[in-house]
């Protein structure tokens, strides 16, 4: 169907809107500006209430419809920081903040749910409360545990709660989600590889840690293919592996870190015993110790099927049958929504970007023709959801 033209009206505000935070980059916790921004922005569209300062940084509005007088209340999440890269792109409103970029569309997911509390706060053609949530630390910082652990869920008697993020290469104008894991738990795992020093030209006099660690990364690898169900997604990558000081000398250790990745708890479980096991086997038959640190991140992102199915005729309303794609493969990248999905049921999708520079890359941008249809796609949710 097509995008209302109220809508479409907002666009133009929306963009500036985006492009005013894409230029003023925050990481984590540390958003105060877009902080500023947008609670200054709800203040103004005539929000019921502004509380700041939710989880550190987090901003939250509430909206209160006039059809009624439901007690309903229904979340809307965005994530407002950005992450630590150069921004690559020549643009007229590039970030003025070297080595910080909003380079995963946080700008674009801010601008879209402040357009639709605008639209929301006029009209309130709905019963019940819309409580639009936006999030600091995102990209590694749990900033979504912060604001529930900060009360968020209760103090705002939030029953559901939606989320989106956009996807590059899924056409503007298209969503797609998915019953059940939706994206993948994010863990990481560092090993400390403990042998004997000495000198590179008598290895039989030491204990080398770069080959016991280089026989722990080969291992590791077993992992996936040969200990997990093949039709059971998961990912166990080393992506450091940092030893020595000189090309003559045996060091004394070898320092690995990586990720894991999953979408089963009974999986994600095993992989952490297995890598004990693996770490511990091979430093033993090589003579050396190894110690292993598992820090468990972000739980995998699990849409609430009721909540999924709803999500889906939203968006459906949105942009037509043939745009929605309910049964989307899971995708092994994580997201901190997670935590508010383990609070309450909820559903989170992905909005087409288009074909765009991916995420996380220094050439990337949040498509500002996608816009209309996330903005609409908040507005319909919570006017169906709230309908009197």
Wanted: include cysteine; aromatic fraction near 6%; glycine fraction near 10%.
């Amino acid at each position: 169907m097509p995008i209302r033209s109220a809508i479409d009206d907002l666009v133009p505000d929306a963009r500036a809107w985006r492009h005013e935070i894409h230029q003023n980059p925050g990481l984590l916790y540390d958003v105060g500006d877009t902080a500023r921004f947008v609670a200054d922005k709800l203040r103004a569209f005539g929000c019921d209430e502004v509380k700041t300062g939710i989880g550190r940084t987090g901003v939250v509005g509430v909206i209160h419809g006039a059809k009624g007088s439901s007690s309903r209340t229904i979340g809307l999440r965005a994530d407002m920081d950005a992450l630590p890269i150069e921004e690559e792109t020549n643009l007229p409103y590039r970030s003025k903040i070297p080595g910080k970029m909003h380079a995963c569309g946080h700008d674009g997911h801010t601008a879209m749910l402040l357009g639709a509390a605008r639209r929301l706060a006029e009209t309130r053609d709905f019963a019940g409360k819309a409580v639009v949530i936006f999030q600091p630390a995102e990209e590694g910082g749990a900033g979504a545990m912060a604001m529930i652990d900060d009360g968020l869920m209760d103090t705002f008697g939030v029953e559901e709660v939606y989320g989106m993020h956009n996807m590059p290469a899924l056409p503007v104008g298209a969503f797609k989600l998915r019953k059940g894991p939706l994206m993948a738990s994010a863990d990481e795992i560092t090993i400390t590889v403990e042998g004997r020093g000495g000198h590179a030209a008598m290895p039989h006099q030491g204990v080398d840690p770069l080959v016991v660690g280089a026989q722990i990364v080969t291992a590791l690898q077993t992992i996936a293919s040969r200990n997990v169900d093949p039709l059971d997604a998961c990912v166990v990558s080393v992506t450091q592996f940092h030893a020595g000081t000189a090309n003559n000398v045996i060091p004394q250790s070898a320092w690995l870190n990586g990720t894991v990745r999953t979408l089963k708890a009974a999986t994600r479980d095993f992989i952490e015993r297995r890598i004990h096991e693996i770490a511990a086997g091979l430093a033993t038959a090589g003579g050396a110790t190894a110690r292993v640190d598992y820090r468990r991140g972000y739980p995998t992102t699990v849409n609430h099927a009721a909540e999924t199915e709803f999500a889906a005729r939203v968006a459906r309303k949105v942009a037509g049958h043939a745009h929605v794609d309910d049964d989307a493969a899971p995708v092994m990248g994580a997201e901190d929504f997670s935590f508010m999905l383990e609070a309450r049921p909820g559903a989170f999708i992905f909005l087409g970007n288009g074909d765009t520079a991916k995420l996380h890359h220094p050439a990337y941008d949040f498509n500002d023709d996608a816009l209309a249809y996330g903005m609409s796609y908040w507005v319909e949710l919570v006017e169906t959801a709230l309908a009197p």
